[in-house]
């Protein structure tokens, strides 16, 4: 890749889990790719009190595992060439001035303000950066999630953000968007004839989606107290990747022609009911049980967490969306805490052959499936039916790799790789726009309400299960069943 013009991002929450365990270790591989040009700044800010010195010792010991092979002593010693560190109250506006001495008057130069902190600082960091004056032409913002936790504080937080910066200027994160295999499903989807006549009602069934992760809330249970799957997870991730399948074939490739269809396909979805939050939505939360083969406790138990406590941290729904291509396909969306897998994928159930002429044993009755992978590999895999060699008709499910690993040898993106180089170079395109995390918000909201208004605590499911039995019954009330259950 060629190396970038010179750039200076200002990373907030510098020492915080996030930058520890993905900025930093994603902006030291592109310095060894050799992107980052040596003249880029990376000007660290956080509360801490610690010298330069101590956060680059804190980053190392902390980074280091996560880059495994590829560190190095060489590329640190130039990543840490770049690094320079601010203790400072974010919120203090008078604590700005080091910063924007650092920072001096390079008008031409790109900026990038990472906000990793938590989303109450968005607003005032937003304010003393545009009262220090440095807010440039070149400069753009980078915020990542939760973006408040319904429609009136993500607009508040917009609002506020957006006093400083233009909507050109905001890059929303949604780390799903920056995953290789959702890249590869648009370039299957928008890159080939053979699939776009097919991805439509008549010839797709179901469509499931699944983020399910083996972990439970590591340590960060009062956040996640009043959050919940519903807000962490399904609200952006597993929405994002519902319209990447689901949306129309943009007019081209620019940020707001792909964005409009993504926008399209949120305003689409049918609005839950009351009615229907109670049959087509299935809340969990995880009890004592296993991970990965050692017993573990369950959420209730877990610090910082109401022994009592409603939220969950499971979620099934039946998405429909109202269109001529979709009307009548369920979209199956479900992810979990403490589940038996670290997995996430999209599956896209096509219908059975319309007159078989195989019969059943032969056939094994199954119909043809694309599954996208995200974890714990990246894959794409088609699968068919073709026959067994032998003199007896028997077919057999085989799958087609379209992953093509083999063709490409080049060393994966890490997610907030590709984010970072995109905000960089100022393409929007994987970046969420305010009105379609808006319109994210206004389909979910009814369900929260919902929720709240019902005294029904969620369904408790064992610690290394795949959720409550309810979200299997989700399924079966339309004659199907969860990819792991075929
Ligand atoms: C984050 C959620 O957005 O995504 C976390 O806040 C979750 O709760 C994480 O663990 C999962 O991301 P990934 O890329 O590890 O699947």
Redesign the pocket.
């Known amino acids: 890749m060629k190396t970038l013009p010179d750039v200076d991002l200002v990373l907030f929450g510098g020492t915080g889990d996030l930058a520890m365990r993905k900025l930093l270790p994603a902006i030291y591989q592109q310095v060894k790719a050799g992107t980052v040009s040596a003249g880029s700044r990376l000007l660290a800010a956080a509360r801490k009190d610690m010298t330069r010195e101590a956060f680059l010792a804190l980053a190392e010991a902390t980074c280091r595992p996560f880059l495994g092979a590829d560190f190095d002593a060489a590329t640190w010693q130039a990543f840490a060439a770049c690094v320079s560190y601010f203790p400072m109250d974010v919120k203090d506006p008078a604590a700005y001035g080091a910063l924007a001495a650092a920072l001096g008057q390079h008008p031409d130069r790109v900026r990038v303000f990472y906000y990793s902190t938590s989303p109450d600082c968005f607003a005032p960091i937003s304010a003393n950066l545009g009262a220090a004056g440095l807010v440039t032409e070149q400069s753009r913002v980078m915020v990542e999630?939760p973006l408040g936790h319904d429609l009136e504080s993500s607009r508040a937080i917009n609002d506020a953000v957006g006093e400083h910066f233009t909507e050109r200027q905001i890059f929303r994160i949604d780390?799903?968007l920056g995953k290789e295999p959702v890249q590869n499903l648009l370039a299957l989807r928008f890159g080939n004839v053979l699939f776009e006549p097919l991805w439509r009602r008549e010839w797709v069934q179901d469509v499931q989606i699944t983020?399910a992760?083996q972990?439970g809330v590591e340590g960060r249970g009062d956040f996640y107290e009043h959050t919940g799957a519903l807000r962490?997870?399904l609200q952006n991730?597993l929405l994002q990747l519902l319209c990447i399948v689901a949306m129309e074939p943009p007019t081209g490739s620019d940020p707001d022609a792909v964005r409009d269809e993504k926008l399209k396909v949120l305003r689409s979805l049918k609005p839950f009911t009351p009615a229907d939050v109670a049959t087509k939505t299935v809340r969990g939360q995880y009890k004592a049980g296993a991970a990965g083969g050692k017993p573990v406790e369950g959420y209730a138990e877990e610090t910082g967490v109401a022994a009592d406590s409603r939220t969950e941290t499971f979620v099934a729904v039946k998405a429909e969306i109202d269109t001529w291509r979709w009307a009548g396909v369920p979209f199956f969306l479900r992810t979990g805490k403490r589940m038996p897998d670290k997995l996430?994928e999209i599956v896209i159930n096509f219908r059975p052959v319309p007159h078989p002429i195989f019969d059943e044993a032969a056939h094994g009755g199954r119909a043809n499936r694309l599954i996208i992978r995200m974890?714990p590999d990246e894959s794409m895999r088609l699968y068919l039916v073709a026959k067994q060699p032998g003199d007896a008709m028997v077919l057999h499910p085989v799958n087609l790799n379209l992953d093509f690993e083999e063709s490409f040898r080049a060393r994966r993106l890490e997610?907030y790789e590709r984010l970072l180089l995109d905000a960089i170079r100022g393409r929007l395109t994987l970046f969420v726009r305010r009105d379609e995390q808006e319109a994210a918000w206004c389909w979910v909201e009814p369900i929260l309400a919902s929720w709240a208004a019902n005294e029904d605590r969620p369904k408790a499911y064992t610690a290394g299960s795949w959720g409550p039995a309810a979200s299997s019954a989700l399924l079966s009330r339309d004659g199907l069943s969860w990819n792991e259950e075929d």
């Open positions: 999630k780390h799903y983020v992760e972990l962490d997870m991730h996430a974890q997610a």
